[in-house]
């Protein structure tokens, strides 16, 4: 079934993608209490951060990341098909947006989701998804004046729809396989496709230089996160991130989304290796790279990306930042996000 996109991102939940007994696509709720409670012990290790790796190990983890990027470099495609199914006859701006096919040297293909300014030269955002690896289009920040590129990373969702060939036990397998791998794959190998994206999208001659900034929700809002830390002096302008995911790994202590790390977990001899992991791709690891302006919203009823975590990470940000409790909302793309991230975008993008 093609696929379609999400506009504006007023989706619902973000969650895996699980099938129903119908065969129909569910997109409920990410688990909000932890699994496997006999095998995880994530949820009683409280001394998480000393595992976790150092200032210097992070940043040659970064350093490492980029280098690849610049060997292992793309084959990109833009793709004659547009963004909206005619199967559910929903159309926008014809020709105007384009599916990008991105075909590593070494990895599997990956697409991203072109949506070009009108008038050019213009700033580049850079949206990221949710953990169900949704594709999002953004028409009302392209007619503010931005070019905006959402990446798919992992080649876990495609034009014609997700590739569940690539599930594990009916989940994406990113956060479990960071943990296993001693973060060499999953979310680095992540990391690295939105690099070559990026790269791809700032050397378009419509794209105005050292004028970069990101969004994203849940999963979304971690890897936008991660990636000001990773762009930080790439010329990085502001970053917005809802509801954030890879949030204070401890804190979480396996609440709510974080529970997708077990199976990792159950894979490993010395838990020890599994933190260490995680510490790679926890943005309080990232915090002191993070001085650009940056938007966080929390949820008083998310129970998969909890407000103390967030919280937590706003506190230790360096530099001009914005941080709004949304006091009844759960875990799910909101209006009030949107809004904010525009008005943030109109201010520092």
Request: with cysteine; glycine share 10%.
């Amino acid at each position: 079934m093609p696929l379609s996109l999400i506009v504006n991102n007023y989706l619902g939940p973000v969650a895996p993608i699980s099938t129903t007994p119908s065969g129909s696509r569910d997109w409920g709720q990410l688990p909000s209490q932890p699994v496997c409670k006999e095998e995880y012990k994530l949820s009683q290790q409280k001394n998480g951060f000393e595992h976790y790796p150092t200032i210097e190990e992070v940043d040659d983890w970064i350093d490492s990341l980029m280098d690849e990027a610049e060997v292992n470099s793309c084959t990109v495609e833009v793709l004659g098909r547009n963004s909206f199914s005619h199967h559910l006859g929903v159309h926008y701006a014809s020709n105007e947006f384009r599916y990008v096919k991105f075909t590593p040297k070494q990895g599997t293909p990956f697409y991203g989701y072109w949506q070009p300014a009108w008038s050019q030269p213009a700033p580049l955002l850079i949206h990221v998804p949710g953990y169900g690896a949704e594709m999002s289009t953004h028409p009302d920040l392209v007619q503010q004046g931005y070019h905006v590129l959402h990446i798919s990373p992992l080649g876990y969702t495609t034009p014609d729809g997700p590739n569940e060939a690539l599930q594990v036990d009916g989940e994406w397998p990113v956060l479990p396989d960071t943990v296993s791998s001693g973060a060499k794959e999953g979310y680095r190998s992540w990391l690295l496709n939105c690099i070559q994206a990026i790269n791809w999208a700032e050397e378009l001659e419509g794209t105005v230089k050292g004028r970069l900034s990101f969004f994203g929700t849940s999963q979304g809002g971690g890897g936008a996160l991660l990636l000001g830390s990773i762009f930080r002096d790439r010329g990085v302008r502001c970053v917005a991130a809802d509801v954030p995911f890879l949030t204070n790994f401890p804190l979480a202590a396996g609440r709510g989304a974080y529970a997708l790390t077990a199976p990792g977990f159950t894979k490993l001899q010395n838990p020890a290796a599994g933190w260490r992991s995680l510490g790679f791709i926890d943005t309080l690891s990232h915090v002191r790279r993070l001085t650009m302006p940056v938007l966080l919203t929390g949820g008083g009823e998310d129970l998969s990306t909890p407000a103390d975590t967030i919280e937590s990470l706003f506190e230790r940000l360096p530099g001009t930042r914005s941080y709004t409790m949304l006091q009844n909302t759960g875990h799910r793309y909101t209006r009030e996000f949107m809004h904010l991230a525009s008005a943030w975008f109109r201010i520092y993008a």
